[in-house]
């Protein structure tokens, strides 16, 4: 428990670090069967030039002020973005969750375990620039998911692969 009035921030839960098992219930692996909003996210490959993914990739990159403002002012939790981390000589379009922002670059960890990035890890800490932002999303202090522009064009883009 804490002080309510702290902000819910990366800054607060910095001191503390939890380790879980790989594997465990707290720590899920892909194909585990976990929610939405869990560690285990599957990859999705959608050609780079799918007008719905390019248009919710522009809302994003227009809308990202809207981001920053809430991150900075605390107004809001679980803060993540998407964009591509290279290593290993692979590149994954991956979420990353949010430490912080500074002269043009994000920085933050690993939300989701890669599918093959090298040495990187769920929890590795990355730096990304903001031009190469792909999609951002938090939750609002009502408790609503804010952003995630790309999710209903990567559905949609899951659902065509289905039928064909």
Request: aromatic share 8%; net charge negative.
């Amino acid at each position: 428990m804490i002080d309510a009035s702290l902000p819910n921030n990366y800054g607060l839960a910095r001191a503390i670090e939890c380790r879980f098992r790989e594997g465990s219930i707290l720590n899920p692996m892909f194909p585990a069967p976990v929610g939405f909003y869990s560690q285990t996210v599957p990859v999705v490959a959608v050609s780079s030039d799918d007008p719905l993914l390019l248009e919710a990739v522009a809302k994003a990159r227009e809308t990202w002020p809207a981001f920053v403002e809430a991150l900075d002012s605390g107004l809001g939790e679980n803060f993540a973005v998407k964009a591509p981390v290279s290593a290993g000589g692979n590149t994954e379009y991956i979420w990353i969750s949010v430490t912080g922002t500074e002269g043009g670059r994000i920085y933050g960890i690993l939300a989701n375990q890669p599918a093959d990035l090298g040495n990187l890890k769920q929890g590795s800490k990355v730096s990304v620039q903001v031009e190469q932002l792909n999609d951002w999303i938090y939750i609002s202090p009502e408790g609503k998911p804010i952003g995630g522009h790309t999710i209903e064009a990567l559905n949609k883009a899951l659902a065509r692969k289905r039928k064909a």
